[in-house]
């Protein structure tokens, strides 16, 4: 009996005291599956602080991600999605890393989003990251319900959220929803913007940041500005209610693939990009004929592009250092780009009166400078950068024997030409320039290569000459440059007889400045120096800030003169440096630099364009070698004579 009695307290025992076994894993609820990994007992590491983390869809931009996981404190991540399982928590721990843990929730069903456990979940999560996939599951499953006040109330409470593709897509005040089933291409949305298919979606997720913004991914790759245009016109059209009433109207953001925008709290914004992804910023346009069946048709749209060198701020919508400037106009739902550009160019200055200006030769320097400005036309007229423009341009005038640069060089002391040039790129401030070259047909290609293929500024003399061959450029017998006009002047030189030095060409450097249509600028400058130059000397056209110079936002300027003076005055800078700092007009500071230099003994002149593309020319002596042709003015004008307007 006493061992019966034993048996049964043991079995009792057992009973009341079983045996601990391992939780059981969370894997689901009703309408959703969940994943996690890494360990969510942990506390969070660090600091948690607000921010939006935006990217564009493809490979993710680490850098982008890192800042998204120190936002969270590198704590505990939820990842929400509607398709796919745990790709995006494993690139954040696997990858991205420094987190402490990743839950995913994968939603099949509208109820899940009112369950209490993932809503705790997600209350108690460090950060909020949306997946890509099909934004209007996220709308179906989320709009309106306990979830969707939770986001809101996550940045709202100064915690960081972030999404990609369809996750980016959801996130603007207004959000193409594709609720039709389909993903609506930019030809599609054009053809009737207020039509069914342009799904927009309204009072969704409610960040403040976001209030005027309307967002697409994927954009550059699939050729999403056009749709984007027509998202804006609906939303705005679809908000002007009569009881609403909005003190500014809604904007588009795109983003590129392989680029991603973190945002502050403060609303200051940085692109990341592991290629040259962009940020693209809509506003503006006047929409006309705006009926439902019918195409679009808007004027005037503003689109910036904002780079990983740009500055942007979310909250003012102020872009600094855009990647390019486009307007942009939209007529029976064809897209069209304004190839707004401007080009000016010089061949030089000196005593150059019209008294002594017999007609031919003057309308030989009238047609050389017309051929030259075509050039730089043809360029900018089909879409093509600042950069080549002045480049292509530059390289007609070293052809051309009636200017100091290439061929028509003038002769140093020892009888050979040496030749000197610069440029300059005003969208990255990246520039190349070489001295001394003895061989290269043109000097101005030698300093483009300069500047695209070294991590240097500036090459001379035997090592210009040496990288010229190294980069196959055309080479040529130095005495190429060595025209028939350039020898008599200078056994004229030799023979101090002033008379016959040819005193209208006294300083024959060459220049060009451009803006293209993107809102670049850009200049380049080349000459063979000074008559009678001696001991390898260098003028200031090759020297940056001195001769040339070119900064987006504010000028581009190439001068010709005396270039001892203009490197002592730092004169091509310090235009910029008046248009940026003391804000004086393009002409003012054009004309206050030429002064300045003038001031110190100095001849010689200086072309200058500002951001908008317009182009002054600056003189002290009695004349220059000049040029402009523009988008508004496309037919090529010339000036000789100081005080002669372009003809």
């Not at 298919?197 to 005027?212: K, P």
């Not at 209208?504 to 451009?514: D, K, N, P, Q, R």
């Not at 600028?521 to 056209?541: E, F, H, P, V």
């Amino acid at each position: 009996m006493r061992r019966l009695i034993v048996s049964l307290a043991l079995c009792v025992l057992a009973i009341a005291l079983p045996v601990q076994a391992k939780p059981k894993s969370w894997t689901g609820g009703p309408g959703y599956k969940t994943f996690v990994i890494g360990d969510e007992s942990r506390p969070t590491p660090g600091e948690v602080k607000g921010g939006l983390l935006m990217s564009g869809g493809g490979d993710w931009a680490y850098e982008a991600f890192c800042w998204f996981v120190n936002r969270a404190g590198n704590g505990h991540i939820v990842v929400l999605r509607a398709s796919g399982t745990t790709e995006s928590q494993d690139e954040f721990y696997n990858g991205v890393k420094g987190v402490t843990s990743v839950r995913t929730f994968l939603f099949t069903d509208r109820k899940a989003a009112s369950d209490p456990k993932l809503l705790e979940a997600v209350r108690k999560a460090d950060g909020i990251f949306l997946a890509g996939g099909d934004q209007a599951r996220y709308v179906r499953f989320w709009k309106g319900t306990p979830l969707n006040e939770l986001i809101d109330a996550h940045v709202a409470a100064g915690k960081p959220l972030g999404g990609t593709s369809a996750g980016l897509a959801v996130q603007g005040s207004w959000a193409y929803g594709a609720m039709d089933g389909g993903s609506v291409t930019s030809s599609e949305a054009l053809k009737d913007p207020l039509g069914p298919a342009v799904t927009m979606v309204g009072d969704f997720l409610h960040f403040e940041l976001l209030t005027r913004i309307v967002t697409d991914s994927h954009f550059a790759e699939r050729d999403r500005l056009g749709r984007l245009f027509a998202f804006v016109v609906k939303a705005n059209q679809l908000r002007a209610s009569p009881t609403a009433r909005y003190a500014h109207p809604l904007v588009g953001l795109g983003i590129d693939e392989e680029a991603a925008l973190t945002v502050e709290a403060d609303g200051t914004a940085r692109v990341h990009t592991n290629k040259d992804g962009k940020a693209w910023l809509v506003t503006g346009g006047e929409a006309t004929d705006l009926e439902p069946g019918k195409p679009l048709n808007l004027q005037g749209v503003s689109v910036v592009g904002i780079g990983k060198s740009s500055t942007f701020n979310l909250r003012t919508l102020a872009v600094g250092n855009p990647a390019f400037t486009r307007t942009y106009d939209v007529k029976d739902g064809v897209v069209t780009q304004r190839l707004r550009w401007s080009l000016a160019l010089h061949g030089g200055a000196g005593v150059i009166e019209r008294a002594n200006m017999p007609p031919e030769k003057e309308a030989r320097y009238r047609a050389s400078l017309t051929q030259a400005l075509e050039v730089g036309q043809k360029v900018l007229a089909s879409g093509g950068s600042a950069l080549e423009a002045v480049e292509a341009t530059a390289r007609v005038l070293e052809d051309d024997p009636l200017f100091n640069a290439g061929r028509g060089a003038v002769i140093a002391t020892d009888g050979k030409a040496y030749l000197d040039a610069a440029i300059m790129d005003g969208g990255t401030m990246k520039a190349g320039a070489v001295a001394g070259v003895t061989r290269t047909k043109n000097p101005i290609r030698l300093a483009r290569r300069v500047m695209d293929k070294t991590r240097h500024v500036f090459l001379a003399g035997e090592g210009a000459d040496a990288f010229s061959l190294v980069q196959g450029l055309e080479q040529v017998d130095p005495s190429y440059f060595l025209t028939p006009e350039r020898q008599k002047a200078f056994e004229a030189w030799k023979a101090k007889n002033l008379a016959g030095i040819d005193r209208s060409h006294l300083y024959g450097t060459i220049g060009v400045v451009a803006l293209d249509a993107d809102g670049h600028l850009a200049a380049a400058t080349s000459t063979g120096g000074l008559m009678g130059k001696q001991w390898g000397r260098i003028g200031d056209a090759p020297v940056i800030g001195a001769g040339t110079y070119a900064r987006d936002g504010d000028c581009a300027v190439s001068a010709t003169g005396t270039g001892e003076f203009f490197i002592r005055d730092s004169a091509a800078r310090q235009v910029c440096d008046r248009v940026r700092w003391n804000k004086e007009t393009i002409d003012q500071a054009a004309y206050n630099t030429i002064m300045s230099v003038g001031a110190l003994g100095g001849d010689g002149g200086l072309i200058a364009m500002d951001k908008d593309g317009k182009a002054v020319f600056a003189i002290n002596d009695l004349g220059m070698y000049r040029g402009a042709v523009s988008s508004d003015a496309p037919t090529p004008q010339t000036g000789i004579f100081a005080g002669e307007a372009l003809r």
